[in-house]
């Protein structure tokens, strides 16, 4: 499978707790994303790297969150002290530099649960 | 600021029915336009996009989309749902082709029997 890949698929932890989520962008992708999913809304953007550099984050990405991606490949996000408004699904995209207009494939999501 | 506008959160149509789905965007550089499917969870997958040229756009599994800019519209077509259609669909912007998609809230339609 050539696709974006993330794991895990389903996380469930309680509050406080720290978690992690890693996603592996298709190989010669040069972007990464990540978005926030919650019910009954579109994704919104958290953060974007071009190759291993972070270049953007959103407010919504308080100093809880950190994402990083060594060397350009696979990226992790990681919250700490997590709270029930975390609950969300965590999708990862990655696309190949090329002009404008290119579009991102997007990965199945991790679906957090915070109890 | 750039945003999406998607005008009916559920939308249902009789099998073998038009599909129409609604979008309206808001940018202030010439924008890059996307339609994406979500089945229930499962991540996006690309169903077509408008970048230059021609207005008329045709994607994956018998859907099309036209942009209009006098209207700032991107609305989504299929001509005969099919039950497998059923599904939540999503009309993203990247402002002139920047990295950052701008989603809507999306539209779950339904396809009746």
């Known amino acids: 499978d050539t696709g974006v890949s993330q794991n895990p698929r389903h996380k469930i932890t309680k509050r406080g707790q720290n978690v992690t989520f890693r996603c592996d962008p298709i190989?010669?992708?040069?972007?990464l994303y990540w978005y926030r999913q919650t019910l009954g809304q579109g994704p919104e953007f958290l953060t974007y790297f071009q190759n291993e550099a972070q270049l953007e984050k959103s407010r919504l990405l308080s100093d809880r969150f950190s994402a990083e991606r060594p060397k350009g490949s696979f990226s992790t996000l990681e919250i700490q002290r997590t709270e029930q408004g975390d609950s969300a699904m965590y999708l990862c995209a990655s696309s190949f530099q090329r002009g404008g207009g290119t579009e991102a494939f997007f990965g199945q999501g991790t679906r957090l649960t915070v109890v | 600021a750039q945003s999406v506008t998607q005008l009916g959160s559920h939308v249902s149509v009789s099998e073998g029915a038009l599909v129409l789905l609604r979008c309206n965007y808001s940018?202030?550089?010439?924008?890059?336009l996307f339609w994406y499917v979500q089945y229930p969870n499962q991540g996006l997958q690309l169903l077509l996009k408008?970048?230059?040229?021609?207005?008329l756009v045709k994607g994956i599994n018998g859907f099309e989309a036209e942009f209009k800019k006098s209207e700032t519209s991107f609305h989504l077509t299929k001509p005969s749902a099919h039950m497998s259609d059923a599904a939540e669909y999503f009309c993203a912007v990247t402002p002139g082709g920047t990295y950052k998609y701008i989603f809507g809230t999306g539209t779950r339609l339904k396809v009746l029997a």
């Open positions: 190989s010669e992708h040069n972007r």
């Open positions: 940018s202030s550089v010439p924008p890059y």
């Open positions: 408008y970048t230059t040229g021609a207005t």
